[in-house]
């Protein structure tokens, strides 16, 4: 897996006075999110530099559509602590919105996730077999 970059928002926090905006980061290891607060009235305030680490073990799929004003990206988790210290409407799951310009990269990289995903599950499936993998 190649490492890519994704910039993302989140909107709608706090009734719509702040959102978060940041960049996700593809790893073979993991998924790390970098983001920041800020507010949508003035735009005069931001919070610091947060920094969110998923392993992709905790991630169980991934989907990408393109919505009416910009496209997105629906993680799903197998944990609720997954997501924990990001806001989202539905547990488990955590939907960022992404710029428009950036739509081919969201697709490589939904399926670049759900690659991953899969052969993570065909190695713990191998692995129970009896007599060790194939």
């Not at 680490?53 to 989907?63: M, Q």
């Not at 428009?100 to 129970?128: G, V």
Request: proline letters at 5%.
């Amino acid at each position: 897996m190649d490492t890519i970059r994704l910039p993302f928002e989140i909107s709608g926090l706090y009734a719509g006075c702040a959102k978060i905006e940041g960049i996700a980061l593809s790893s073979p290891e993991l998924l790390t999110l970098e983001y920041r607060v800020s507010d949508t009235i003035i735009g005069a305030w931001s919070g610091e530099i947060c920094t969110r680490k998923i392993a992709w073990t905790d991630i169980e799929r991934a989907e990408c559509g393109f919505g009416i004003f910009s496209p997105w990206l629906l993680l799903s988790a197998r944990t609720l602590t997954a997501f924990d210290k990001l806001p989202s409407s539905t547990p488990g799951q955590l939907r960022l919105r992404i710029p428009w310009k950036h739509r081919l990269q969201l697709r490589a990289l939904t399926s670049e996730i759900n690659l991953l995903l899969s052969y993570n599950e065909a190695d713990r499936y191998r692995q129970r077999l009896p007599g060790g993998a194939i």
